[in-house]
Each structure stands twice: as structure tokens, then as C-alpha cells.
């Protein structure tokens, strides 16, 4: 029974992993950008959440819905002005433009709110449980997991429903004939990043309410979802909730034998796919 309970909970543990990782996954397979700056993008955004929250006391779901249009207008301006001018055949300029904008948000937060340690209030949420046979789960945590599923389901629907989703796809395959069809790459480019940051805010919202974070807790968000996204294979969204989901339980199981063991664990069962299965369980450009 302690088994099953150590595995559901790192199920739940798997679904905020996966929303860190699906921003990262969608703009990788569409344009083949390696975002260094992801992590702190969910932390910026945290950030946005935390002061709407707290100087207008708006419940944090409806603060979401406030910061989410002001992140894919984020996205969607970086992508146009400073992410478009690296793209090419050379995987260096994108790597050190989005360290640099890593390291610039990190320190406009530091120099905005301090190196303290904050949390967004969720209320009687934060302690809500419910039964699910045998195990009891926490309320958010599987808010947390619907969501990640539902975010994997719905880019997916887009990709594959619809006008936007066709151009994205064929962005993706060939940049060049995208454009002579009357594609325009840069803007499909820019609107994927924004839908991106769109994920970033939703993942911001659970990372905000179950734990707490600071300027610099960008980083670590940014190895979990790198790693969520390589075990599933890059650029697969199905894949990204499967390697999040991998990359939680590893986490619980290896704590329920030594608390010490947590983060280790993850990163061996990271390193265990990469051996057996280099390109990841699911590679695919965009799924």
C-alpha cells in the first residue's frame, strides 16, 4: 500500500513536471529553439501571479487568466524582436540569447523582490484532499496532473485541427517552402512562443501554490523540464507528460527509501532512457 501511494504521488509529481516541460517541447519541435530562459519564465510569471494575488487579492485561477494574455504578449514580442534574429543553421546564438535573458530576469527579480522566498495563497485548496481508493491525494496536485493533460490535449488538437496547427506543422518541416505557400515563418514562430508562455503561466500557477520559489529557483525548473522532455523525446508532447510522469515517480520512490535520494533518482532514471534510448521513448518533430 505505501508503494502505491509513493507511485500515485509521483504521478501527481509527474503532471508539474510536464507543464514545465510543454512550453519547452512545443517551441522545440516547431522551431528547434532551446530556451535556456524557460525556468525563469515560470518564475516570472509566478512572480506576476504573486502580485496580483497579493495587492488585489484576486483569487490565484483568475489572477492566471489576467497573467496568461500578458505572457503570450511576452512570448510573442521576444520571439519577433530578439529569438527570430538567432534562428539558423548555428545552435550557439539561441543558447547564449536565452542565457542572457535568463540571467537579466533573474536579476530584475532579485533587484524587485528581494532573494526571499514566496508562495501564492491559495487557500483551503493548498490542504484539500480526496479519496481515490486506497490513496488519498491532494486536491492541486491532481488539478495539477488534469491540467497537464489537458494543456497536452488541447496543443495537440491545435496542431493537428486546425489552420494555425497546418502551419505550424509545415513551419516545422521546411521553412523555406512554408514561406512560398504565403507562410510567414516569423510570425508562426512568435505565435508559437507565445502559446508557450500561455503553458509557462498555467505552470506558474501550481508552481506558485504547492511550493515556494524565488528569483532564482529558475534554473532548477529548467533541468525538470529538460529532462521531462528528452526521456519523452523532443519535440513529442505525449512523450513530455509521459517523461514528466517517469521523472515523478523515480523522484517519490527514490525518497521513500532515502529522503536524501529524491532528486538523484530522477536524474538516474534521466540518465537510465538516455542509455537505452538516446533520442528519448517518443521522438517525433512535433506530436
Known amino acids: 500500500m505505501n508503494m502505491l501511494d509513493t507511485i500515485v504521488q509521483g504521478v501527481l509529481l509527474g503532471g508539474l513536471y510536464a507543464l514545465f516541460a510543454a512550453g519547452l517541447s512545443l517551441v522545440f519541435g516547431i522551431m528547434r ?20 494575488v497579493s495587492t488585489l487579492g484576486l483569487n490565484p485561477f483568475l489572477a492566471a487568466l489576467i497573467v496568461a494574455p500578458v505572457m503570450f504578449a511576452l512570448g510573442y514580442a521576444l520571439q519577433e524582436v530578439l529569438f527570430n534574429r538567432t534562428l539558423g543553421k548555428d545552435v550557439l546564438p539561441p543558447l547564449l ?5 535568463s540571467i537579466v530576469i ?3 527579480l532579485l533587484e524587485g523582490f528581494s532573494a526571499d522566498s514566496r508562495r501564492i495563497s491559495a487557500g483551503p485548496l493548498e490542504t484539500a ?6 490513496v488519498t491525494v491532494g486536491l492541486m ?12 490535449v488541447g496543443l495537440n488538437l ?3 485541427r486546425t489552420a494555425l496547427g497546418r502551419a505550424f506543422r509545415a513551419t516545422s518541416d521546411d521553412t523555406v517552402t512554408a514561406g512560398l505557400m504565403g507562410i510567414r515563418p516569423r510570425k508562426i514562430f512568435a505565435v508559437a512562443t507565445g502559446l508557450a508562455m500561455v503553458v509557462v503561466t498555467i505552470a506558474a500557477l501550481y508552481l506558485g501554490t504547492r511550493a515556494n520559489f524565488d528569483p532564482t529557483a529558475g534554473p532548477a525548473r529548467l533541468i525538470y523540464a529538460f529532462e521531462a522532455v528528452i526521456i519523452g523525446g523532443l519535440g513529442s508532447l505525449w512523450g513530455t507528460l509521459a ?3 517517469i521523472l515523478g515517480v523515480a523522484q517519490t520512490v527514490g525518497a521513500s527509501i532515502n529522503p536524501e535520494w529524491q532528486i538523484l533518482s530522477g536524474h538516474l532514471a534521466f540518465l537510465a532512457v538516455l542509455l537505452i534510448k538516446p533520442r528519448g521513448l517518443f521522438p517525433r518533430a512535433v506530436d
Open 106 to 108: 533573474q536579476n530584475g
Open 97 to 101: 540569447v536565452t542565457f542572457g535573458l
Open 129 to 134: 484532499s480526496m479519496g481515490l481508493g486506497p
Open 33 to 52: 529553439l532551446v530556451n535556456l530562459a524557460h525556468g525563469d519564465l515560470i518564475v516570472l510569471a509566478a512572480f506576476l501571479l504573486l502580485v496580483l
Open 141 to 152: 496536485p491532481l488539478m495539477a496532473l488534469l491540467s497537464a493533460v489537458a494543456v497536452v
Open 243 to 245: 517523461g514528466g510522469v
Open 158 to 160: 491545435l496542431i493537428y
